[in-house]
């Protein structure tokens, strides 16, 4: 970590050195493809060559990196050191409404393969409702934190301070503090995330409940993000749960092997994802063409750009390797899981994209673990529901939290 302290947040610009952007023509200039394994599909046996050869061409002679810069830099960046570990995060100030609620802090975060990039669009959306043909009322004090060990944050830091895997709990407990300590907000405030983000959030939302007119009001989710603290051996299960349960091996087998990887071997990985850009390029965009809404082409859900911008991301911070950490950090907490009996009684919402990695669960399974005040099936988008659906997402985000500005209860 660098030796300048920011107890208090203090503005921060992206400015990548141009010499970091020559190095990256030179590596992606002299890439070695892979010999191509003929297995009767494109993507069966991982990223479609074809696929990742006008990617890389296309990063080469028709990306341009300043454009996403400028669009970072368009909202107010800061860092911030959390006791010894920093944080970058996004704060853009909602819309105030004269004689009304201020806009309701929420705290939005992301996972991986994930950035601050899938939400760059939405940030205005969320702060300044009016302006997209909402209504004020909806707005949004909106905070956009880097997971520790990716993009603009530090490396994970554990609690004895040396550098190495935490896991989601702990962010959690960042989160709070610089919600409460750091921004200074000492009202209420919302979560919302998926993948890591909706495991971060509810922790978020089980350890800093509303009390004294501080804490977490709501969290809002689109991916499941805490396992109830059931016995599955003894507890009495539904029919649709069962099912759910049955489909949930297969439907992960084949997408999750990563996760064995990031846990076990995270070093090793992050030797490659951080030396090759090209092959952090394939390890990446595997994940968005099988866990979105794509039928199998990633440029049907996302373009060549936005699929850079999000790379460009964990390669030009050279974090692809501590982003891995994460995943070894949540097996080294204890519990993984809800403690037996307990549940997260914060107001939740749950929005289930049908195309995310795994099949959403049924609402019974969800209000084992939560306090279910809205749940939203919906018609298409996957895992990256911020750039798959941003609109859905919003609506649904705001539905969910509308009620709970004004003391009212969610049906």
Known sequence: MADTRYDTPEPFKVDIPERALIDLDERLRRWRPPTVLEDG??????????????????????????????????????LVDIGPQRIHFIREPGTEVEDAPRPLPLVVTHGWPGSIVEFLHLIDVLAHPEEHGGDPLDAFDVIVPSLP???????????????????????AGLWHRLVTEKLNYGRPYGVQGGDWGAVVSSWLAFDHPL???????????????????????????????????????????DKTAYQRIHATRPQTLGVALTDSPVGLASWIVEKFQAWSDCGGDPLKRFSMDTLLDNIMVYWLTGTAGTSTWLYRGVTEQKPRALPEGAKVETPTGFAAFPADIAPAPPREWIERAFNLRRHTIMPSGGHFAALEEPDMLVEDIRAFFRPLRYGAAND
Not at 42 to 58: K, R
Not at 149 to 171: H, N, Q
Request: charged letters at 20%; a negative charge; hydrophobic letters at 40%.
């Open 41 to 78: 599909g494109s993507w069966a046996a991982g990223t479609d060559p074809a696929f990742l050869a006008d990617l890389v061409d296309y990063w080469r002679h028709g990306y341009d990196w300043q454009r996403c810069q400028e669009t970072i830099n368009q909202w107010p960046n800061y």
């Open 149 to 171: 060990g990716y993009g603009f944050s530090g490396p994970p830091i554990r609690a004895d301070g040396t550098v190495g895997p935490i896991g989601p709990r702990a962010i």
């Open 211 to 253: 009390k004294d007119e501080a804490g977490v009001l709501g969290v809002h989710l689109n991916m499941m993000g805490l396992r109830p603290g059931i016995d599955l051996k003894t507890a009495t299960l539904s029919a649709d749960e069962q099912a759910w349960l049955a489909k949930m091996g297969s439907a992960l087998d």
